[in-house]
């Protein structure tokens, strides 16, 4: 993972998601984009303000537009001044076409690894019926998607990796994704299933099987008999204060949210532990 994405609305909460991101790609040796969509046509915001954007440049007549937009672009700028570090250079690009547009844009024509997002778990009435801003790239990217609600986070020694083990098709390429960061962080992951009805010793048989065929190392699995699986993961890595807890995706966007809530959407909006979600329809 070498390149990781970072939106920003410049609130608090996106502050502490950049400096999240900014320690993992210490480790990693990753460069961190810190983006900023606005509600213009796509592309890079640079070529709108200086009107060589071929075909669709802000209105003339939207001179307060422009000048907000120069204004972002110079909060933009500080941002790069002020979370770059020796390790990490933090570089800052302004984009056209909303946030959702924007960003899956962004991605198809740039080399993004992950995405690191603030959240505060909780959804407006706007947002009722696409889901929050977290939910939608939860929903839509093709890379994975870190979330966190504040800045009470702290060195990744524990990872806990959360798997639906009866869909074990998906979970080697999971394992495969997850064995970069946890080597890079030096980090030890906790593979668990949570079961309602399964044998355990045949879930840990299987959870074994899959680790040593992506060759990992530093790792141990367990099996939770528990009917709500949100609360039984989370109760896991908060007892051995893990530092992100990773989960596979199963998010369908459209009416079916209101009947199906994804396990990780559910997750992200009650973890006070960073989440990453990993799209199983991208795997």
Do not use: W
């Amino acid at each position: 993972m070498k390149n990781i994405l970072v939106p920003t609305d410049f609130s608090n909460l996106s502050e502490y998601a950049l400096e999240f991101a900014i320690s993992l790609a210490e480790p990693l040796g990753a460069r961190v984009t810190v983006i900023h969509c606005e509600e213009v046509p796509l592309g890079d915001m640079s070529l709108h303000l200086s009107g060589e954007a071929g075909g669709s440049s802000i209105s003339e007549d939207s001179l307060f537009n422009a000048q907000l937009f120069r204004a972002n672009k110079q909060k933009l700028k500080a941002l790069e001044q002020d979370f770059t570090t020796e390790k990490v250079l933090v570089h800052s690009q302004q984009y056209g076409g909303g946030f959702l547009k924007g960003i899956t844009h962004y991605i198809e024509k740039h080399p993004v690894d992950l995405v690191v997002i603030g959240t505060t778990g909780q959804e407006s009435i706007q947002e009722f019926f696409s889901g929050n801003h977290t939910e939608q790239l939860i929903d839509n990217l093709t890379v994975p998607v870190v979330s966190l609600q504040d800045q009470q986070f702290h060195p990744i020694e524990d990872i806990v990796l959360g798997l639906d083990m009866e869909d074990e098709k998906y979970t080697q390429k999971a394992f495969e994704q997850v064995k970069v960061i946890c080597e890079a962080l030096g980090s030890t992951l906790h593979i668990i299933d949570v079961t309602k009805t399964k044998d355990d010793e045949e879930m840990m048989q299987l959870l074994n099987k899959v680790a040593k065929i992506v060759n990992l190392s530093n790792y141990m699995v367990d099996v939770i008999e528990d009917r709500n699986p949100n609360e039984a993961l989370l109760d896991y890595a908060e007892g051995t204060d893990a530092g992100l807890i990773i989960v596979l995706s199963e998010a369908k966007g459209g009416l079916y949210r209101f009947f199906n809530h994804s396990f990780a959407s559910k997750l992200t909006k009650k973890s006070s532990i960073p989440v990453m979600t990993i799209n199983k329809r991208n795997l």
